[in-house]
């Protein structure tokens, strides 16, 4: 068993992780905008935020998110291999976990437009990809 390279786990996941926090902000602020705009105007989203710390805990969660799933690349890598496909593997599992359940849900029983949740769903599994390539294509073993 190789030794885990850690400094390298936590550049790459907090590298993944900025990655991911602008692939959010680009998803919620530049195409969602709009929608949730339509949204907020229509009573289906609050205006303001229930919880005022929203954001940063947000952007802490898709950190440690992309820690985890830096993480599970680094043992999928001795299974599997090193590289792109593991990586890629890794992502789509880790984003279909952490996007489809809740946003399935959300689609099924809140009143928005389902653009929305799309775009949420595709924030969680395409930054979860963007983010575990990151990461995947900065480890190094030790």
Do not use: C
């Amino acid at each position: 068993m190789k030794k885990l390279n850690q400094r390298r786990l936590l550049l790459g996941a907090l590298l993944g992780g900025v990655v991911w926090a602008l692939w959010s902000w680009v998803v919620n602020g530049v195409f969602l905008a709009k929608a949730l705009n339509q949204a907020q105007g229509a009573g289906a989203l609050l205006l303001k935020p229930r919880y005022p710390f929203f954001l940063p805990v947000w952007f802490l969660t898709l950190f440690l998110v992309t820690f985890v799933l830096a993480w599970f690349y680094t043992g999928m890598r001795e299974v599997f291999a090193p590289g792109p496909k593991t990586a890629l593997a890794v992502g789509i599992l880790g984003g279909f976990i952490t996007g489809f359940p809740s946003n399935f849900a959300t689609a099924t029983w809140a009143p928005v437009q389902r653009a929305v949740t799309l775009g949420w769903l595709l924030d969680l599994w395409v930054g979860a990809i963007l983010a575990t390539f990151v990461a995947a294509w900065l480890y190094r073993e030790s």
